[in-house]
């Protein structure tokens, strides 16, 4: 009985453990730089998450086709050497210049006018060609909170300017309730001098006698 219960309570640690590295490998993908889980990516997977967010998909399609091509055939040299003047890779590389710091990741060198994979170096589609994938799904929750973020703030600014008019609207409302300021509705001060007519002038309060 002492046994079946070391047992038992052993069971939850082991499995918490095996989750704990389970989700360190899979990389927390999908996890926005600067969150506390995002300390678990690899270096490829945040450099990966470092390309532009407008770019990105772009991007991580040339990526994943210089990846498969090697994975393909690891023995062509073709593959393993891309030139850096070709028309992609030069807009690729000025419009992301993050570009560089994957391919370096996953073990290309730079070369003259190129960039190289030595033989040494072995990329394998469960772990190089799995890291685009699962960038390709980041950036494309990414992009979906971009928008997000940017309806909300348009809906904002929308609700800020009918306010605005509304409050216009209830104040011309209000002037014009109040109607237009006449000559006659003018309190006047009348003074003392010559020209004022007085009472005792007409005959009003004077005795018959006087």
Not at 42 to 66: G, V
Not at 141 to 154: C, F, H, S
Request: charged share 30%; with cysteine.
């Amino acid at each position: 009985k002492q046994f079946i219960h070391r047992v038992r309570f052993a069971r939850p640690l082991f499995h918490q453990e095996s989750l704990r590295l389970l989700v360190a490998a899979m990389g927390y993908a999908g996890y926005a730089p600067g969150n506390k889980v995002a300390e678990s990516l690899s270096p490829l997977q945040r450099a990966l998450q470092s390309l532009p967010l407008e770019k990105a998909q772009e991007i991580l399609e040339l990526l994943e086709k210089l990846t498969r091509n090697v994975v393909r055939n690891p023995g062509e040299d073709k593959f393993r050497r891309v030139k850096l003047s070709g028309a992609k890779m030069v807009a690729a590389l000025a419009e992301a210049p993050t570009m560089m710091d994957v391919l370096q990741e996953m073990g290309w060198v730079a070369e003259e006018d190129c960039v190289v994979l030595p033989p040494s170096v072995r990329l394998a589609h469960e772990v190089h060609v799995v890291a685009i994938i699962d960038a390709k799904d980041y950036f494309k929750k990414e992009m979906e909170n971009e928008r997000r973020r940017q309806l909300r703030a348009g809906k904002t600014g929308d609700a800020d300017k009918e306010q605005v008019l509304k409050q216009m609207e209830l104040d011309r409302k209000e002037k014009d309730a109040e109607g237009p300021v006449t000559h006659g509705s003018v309190a006047q001060k009348l003074g003392d001098g010559p020209n004022i007519m007085r009472a005792g002038d007409v005959g009003i309060g004077k005795s018959s006698g006087g």
